[in-house]
């Protein structure tokens, strides 16, 4: 399984950005794709989270200016992130678990919240 992420960038505090993810190579039956994050100095963590059903998850940090959603067509992920705070900065990493077999991870692309 690869995933390709991408849509990360460098964007003023209030800004918004769109990441999308997009998985090849599934096998068995997706059972939920995620965003994680992980800035300098501190543990990656769990940023929102998308079953095949449409349940979502959110790490409270981002409530109301997140949004995870999914084309399930396409196995495809996106996070539209709005209101972005310099705190917000990290490598945002994709995920992807299968009804069988590990998780697998996508490279991690770059946002910079910055003015």
């Known amino acids: 399984v690869q995933l390709q992420a991408s849509g990360g960038g460098l964007v003023q505090p209030g800004g918004s950005l769109r990441l999308s993810c997009a998985a090849s190579?599934?096998?068995?039956?997706?059972?939920?794709m995620a965003w994680h994050r992980q800035a300098p100095g501190k543990q990656r963590e769990l940023v929102a989270v998308?079953?095949?059903?449409?349940?979502?998850n959110y790490v409270d940090s981002v409530k109301g200016r997140f949004s995870i959603s999914r084309d399930n067509a396409k196995n495809t992920v996106y996070l539209q992130m709005n209101s972005l705070k310099p705190e917000d900065t990290a490598v945002y990493y994709c995920?992807?678990?299968?009804?069988?077999?590990?998780?697998?991870w996508g490279q991690g692309t770059q946002v910079t919240v910055s003015s």
């Open positions: 190579g599934s096998r068995f039956r997706i059972n939920a």
């Open positions: 998308i079953t095949t059903g449409g349940s979502t």
């Open positions: 995920s992807l678990r299968e009804s069988r077999g590990p998780d697998y």
